[in-house]
């Protein structure tokens, strides 16, 4: 019986990073495709594009599977709700910018930590860039999705806390620890609960440090379901250039 979407979330423990890197990855040979080909109730905003960040692309690029997931998710949900994607497949450059700016941001308010609290700080909310065919970035597999919930009018619903706002309220289940919710953080924690159950009924997994962050198909993913292979490995865009170096 599939959970109802007003049920709690379930707490995980926050992902042991060794073990995720050491998941056998089967490759899948599935395109990235573009979210903007997918009908309503999904929208997609482009949220590091808008922003600026550079080597960013105005698009949010997914694994076919993924992207027929998706679809399946914003289907399911009641008529008055959409499903907004803010990112998906993320070029490494644009990973590297993020990571670097949010460990210098850290280092900055907290000097005193060492090397190693300094990395386990910034990966609560950035993974480490790599590349490596074993042990890519989730965001780099086009597995990984950034996601929230819109009202009817498209307007993103409030979650507790903004997308990215790296403070421990963006744990997907912070917000179930409080016995006395005020109005405001109730219809928030409902919002994460409907996001989350929603997810989890198509096959998807949550970062626990992330409301926003899940996974079908990476090392992530196969970690949090209990599976022995992950299905994407490092991913590029086809471009007319590499397909033209193929050809040639």
């Not at 050491?22 to 808008?50: M, N, Q, W």
Request: hydrophobic content about 35%; proline content about 10%; aromatic content about 8%.
């Amino acid at each position: 019986m599939n959970p109802s979407p007003s049920s709690p979330i379930d707490r995980y423990p926050d992902p042991d990073w060794p073990v995720v890197s050491r998941i056998p990855i089967t490759g899948s040979d599935e395109p990235l495709v573009p979210l903007s080909l997918a009908p309503s109730p999904i929208k997609i905003f482009p949220v590091y594009a808008k922003e600026d960040i550079p080597g960013a692309i105005n698009e949010c690029y997914v694994r076919e599977g993924v992207y027929r997931r998706l679809l399946k998710v914003a289907r399911a949900l009641p008529a008055e709700y959409g499903l907004i994607v803010l990112d998906g497949w993320r070029p490494w450059r644009v990973q590297q910018y993020l990571f670097d700016t949010l460990q210098e941001a850290i280092r900055t308010h907290h000097p005193a930590l060492d090397e190693e609290a300094l990395l386990e700080r910034t990966r609560e909310f950035v993974s480490v860039p790599s590349r490596e065919p074993s042990s890519p970035s989730p965001h780099l597999t086009g597995g990984a999705v950034d996601v929230t919930l819109s009202d009817a009018d498209g307007l993103p619903l409030d979650m507790g806390t903004l997308f990215d706002e790296a403070v421990p309220g963006s744990h997907t289940a912070a917000l179930e620890a409080s016995s006395r919710p005020d109005a405001r953080q109730r219809q928030a924690r409902d919002n994460r609960r409907r996001l989350y159950h929603a997810m989890c009924e198509q096959g998807f997994t949550n970062l626990p440090s992330e409301w926003w962050h899940y996974d079908a198909g990476d090392q992530l993913w196969a970690h949090y379901s209990g599976r022995a292979r992950a299905l994407y490995g490092p991913a590029e865009l086809e471009t007319i250039e590499s397909r033209w170096r193929r050809q040639l």
